[in-house]
């Protein structure tokens, strides 16, 4: 630049160069070389990698905080805000009631009215031989059945539960005679007509008849029994209601039933053969009413309330 140029130009205003020129190092100082275009491109993708590497640590950070927070709310370690505290305890106490359980035990009990009865009657004949003992009985059972078919037992319903031959003997062991003994056992569906069969079966037998005893029984118990159980499992779970709600706890679902049904009979008749072989009228049987009951022992799981 000449002198006219630099007189030119008003004091105190430096002009702005169209084209500045890099800066001239000081005297007695190097001149630093200018950045070369490969120079400027790594240091660009050096800033983008050291970038992308920060964004994958905070993603890490972030993961690592939302699996502690999912980690402690499933029972995991306690530590860190009142909240999480607050979940965790009732994550605790949701799992210390999962394993309890409570047995109880519930029984029903229903009436109904008996339409079988089963009895055992027999023959005992005695002879001074074996052979006449025999046959005496024999004549004797053929009676017995004739009579109890035509009372309207079938002959399916009696069968044969005793039949004995035996030596009689005096104080003295000398033996006096022989006995012939045979038992059947009857099943009779039309109770109405109970006491005119055993009536007509010990006249047609005679002394010799022995009748042992009568039971009742109902020949269909399902609707019964379904009665009886159903009561049995209400008394079961109201019990076990009740002593959830005491501990605080409500009843979950059932882990385990037992269930033991009994049917009894509380008619028991016995005779005596030479009374009712002398009784004219139909032998008085009553057949009652009959208790069906059945026990449940049912488990249950608690859970909180």
Same mark, same amino acid.
């Given at each position: 630049?000449?002198?006219?140029?630099?007189?030119?130009?008003? @004091?105190?205003?430096?002009?702005?160069?169209?084209?500045?020129? @890099?800066?001239? @190092?000081?005297?007695?100082?190097?001149?630093?070389?200018?950045? $070369?275009?490969?120079? /400027?491109?790594?240091?660009?993708?050096?800033?983008? /990698?050291?970038? #992308? *590497?920060?964004g994958?640590?905070?993603? &890490?950070?972030?993961?690592?905080?939302?699996?502690? &927070?999912?980690?402690?709310n499933?029972?995991?370690?306690?530590?860190?805000?009142?909240?999480? /505290? !607050?979940?965790?305890?009732?994550?605790?106490?949701?799992?210390?009631?999962?394993?309890?359980?409570?047995? &109880?035990?519930?029984?029903?009990?229903v009436?109904?009215?008996?339409?079988?009865?089963?009895?055992?009657?027999? &023959?005992?004949?005695?002879?001074?031989?074996? =052979?006449?003992?025999?046959?005496q009985?024999?004549?004797?059972? $053929?009676?017995?059945?004739?009579?109890?078919?035509?009372?309207?037992?079938? #002959?399916?319903d !009696?069968?044969? +539960?005793?039949?004995?031959?035996?030596?009689?003997?005096?104080?003295?062991?000398?033996?006096?005679?022989?006995?012939?003994? %045979?038992?059947?056992? *009857?099943?009779m569906?039309?109770?109405?007509?109970?006491?005119?069969?055993? %009536?007509?079966?010990?006249?047609?037998?005679?002394?010799?008849?022995?009748?042992?005893?009568?039971?009742?029984?109902? +020949?269909?118990?399902?609707?019964?029994?379904?009665?009886? /159980?159903?009561?049995?499992?209400? $008394?079961?779970?109201?019990?076990?209601?009740?002593?959830?709600?005491?501990?605080?706890?409500?009843?979950?679902?059932? =882990?385990?039933?037992? %269930?033991?049904?009994? #049917?009894? +009979?509380?008619?028991?008749?016995?005779?005596?053969?030479?009374?009712?072989?002398?009784?004219?009228?139909? =032998? @008085?049987?009553?057949?009652?009413?009959?208790?069906?009951?059945?026990? *449940?022992?049912?488990?249950?799981?608690?859970?909180?309330?």
């Amino acid at each position: 630049m000449n002198e006219e140029s630099e007189t030119s130009q008003e @004091p105190g205003v430096v002009p702005e160069p169209v084209n500045p020129a @890099p800066p001239t @190092p000081a005297s007695g100082a190097s001149p630093a070389a200018a950045p $070369s275009p490969a120079a /400027r491109h790594f240091g660009q993708s050096s800033l983008a /990698r050291t970038l #992308a *590497v920060v964004g994958v640590a905070a993603l &890490v950070v972030v993961a690592a905080v939302f699996g502690a &927070v999912a980690l402690r709310n499933s029972g995991g370690s306690s530590r860190g805000s009142g909240n999480i /505290r !607050i979940v965790l305890a009732s994550s605790h106490s949701a799992v210390a009631t999962s394993g309890a359980q409570i047995t &109880v035990t519930g029984s029903g009990q229903v009436e109904g009215t008996p339409d079988t009865a089963s009895f055992g009657i027999g &023959v005992n004949t005695t002879a001074s031989s074996a =052979v006449g003992a025999l046959e005496q009985n024999n004549r004797q059972v $053929s009676s017995l059945e004739h009579s109890l078919e035509q009372s309207g037992v079938v #002959a399916k319903d !009696i069968q044969t +539960s005793w039949l004995n031959l035996s030596t009689n003997t005096n104080n003295s062991g000398d033996v006096t005679g022989f006995s012939a003994d %045979d038992e059947l056992n *009857v099943t009779m569906h039309n109770l109405s007509n109970l006491g005119e069969a055993l %009536d007509s079966a010990v006249h047609a037998t005679g002394n010799g008849v022995t009748l042992d005893g009568i039971s009742f029984s109902i +020949s269909n118990q399902s609707g019964l029994l379904a009665a009886a /159980r159903a009561q049995a499992m209400l $008394s079961a779970r109201t019990e076990a209601s009740q002593l959830a709600a005491g501990g605080g706890l409500t009843l979950g679902s059932i =882990v385990k039933v037992t %269930d033991q049904e009994n #049917a009894s +009979s509380n008619v028991e008749y016995y005779a005596n053969a030479a009374l009712a072989a002398q009784t004219a009228s139909r =032998v @008085p049987v009553q057949a009652g009413q009959q208790q069906i009951s059945v026990q *449940v022992t049912v488990v249950y799981q608690l859970k909180s309330s």
